[in-house]
């Protein structure tokens, strides 16, 4: 593997955000996270790309510069410095989805209310380590990722307070120009149209870097189009290997099928689906693409299949989108860890079923070589909505290139191809040396 730019991911999940940094050649030198499939998978997935694997580390733990110091001198020896710092502290306390419930809650049990308010807060402050990181690596740039509402909490001008006045671990200010926005993973060749909070920012004293600009975008890939040369399966289907009925069309499956080599070109791994009870196979054969649970025609199908199904229960004005299909022509809506709980909102288009892991994994841009072995189905599922979509990864990696000459000058570009085959990048390898070069 070449000495491209270096880059260390915090929060790293499963890894989406890793695999765009990694196509656009950058290496990473250290991933940390603190839930075991998290790590396991992208280990199972990532690993080959660097020697020393992701790590499993609590970062709250991470809470003042001598610690970070003496994490890196025990666990990545060699990582003082890096050129961008990546991670996607843990969004929950930011996100819209579940509010209602947790209040319901709430209301009826004081505890829970100190319970959610304490846990909201420890999440919302994980961006502490994040900066932390940053004071001590001293990254070219970094990019901070998260949930669009983030930009509508009350903790929002802290955040951006906190990463405006950044001083290293001997008392010296650390300025980055910041840039932050909101992007649509459906310009980035992403079938999907989730919306990501991104914060980039670039330091100030470093030379041959310019402005950080959102890469340019192209044309959306439809459900169709990403999901079209799956194999058929029923609900329940657990067969975790498959074979593809026949060759992929168009760009999109092309690319999810590039990084299988040998007697592998031919399968497909974990297009497993969850088991749906007759009644619900029966209103998915009725709803037309894009219906939803809210629709008047689904509404009279609930009720006409069973008078006392069990979606009754669920308001209408407030589970509007509680059953959600498909529609083939469109990207589809933003995956979500939702998926963990229950599937409802995607259903596949044109089979009565809700989507496999596989299929989840292709909204999101995760290609089929990607795969979630030792992983339960409800796990991999909460995996893939987590994540980053990596082309959109990709394409936030590629704006830095495009900003920064020195990096660029590093960088060649991979396939998922390549990501595959290549060969481990080594402790010893020599890039640290052309980095320092670089971020002097
Ligand atoms: C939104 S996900 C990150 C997804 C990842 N960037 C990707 O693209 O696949 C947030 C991650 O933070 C991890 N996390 C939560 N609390 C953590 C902690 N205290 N220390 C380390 N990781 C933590 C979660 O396990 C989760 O994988």
Redesign the pocket.
Known sequence: MPDGPAFV??????????LGFLLEGFNCLLA????PS?VACYNTNLRGSFDRGAFL????RLDNHEAIVSFLELYAPGVRRCDVVV?????QGFSVVGKNKIQALVQSDNNLEMYWKKRNEE?CM?YE?FAMFIEVLEPRWFLF?NVPAIMGHDIFPSIIDRFSSLLTPDGRKLDYRLVCSKYIASSYGVPQNRKRFIMIGRREDIKGAGEWKPPETGMPVTVLEALGDLPPVREGHRERVMFYPGSPAGNYQHRMREGMVGFEKGIVYDHICRTHNKDDVALFARMSPGSRFADSEVQRAVREINPEHKLIKYSVEKFRDKLHRLRPDEPAWTVTAHLQKDCYKFIHYNQPRTVTVREAARLQSFPDRFVFTGISMITSFR?TG???PPLM?AAFARGILDADVCLNMLASRRSFQDIWNEPAVTENWSGEQIRQGVSG
């Open positions: 991911d915090l929060f790293c999940g499963a890894g989406g955000l890793s940390v996270d603190n839930d998290a580390y609590d970062l709250s991670g996607g502290p843990p969004c999440r994980l380590s990722e995996l987590n994540a980053v990864a």
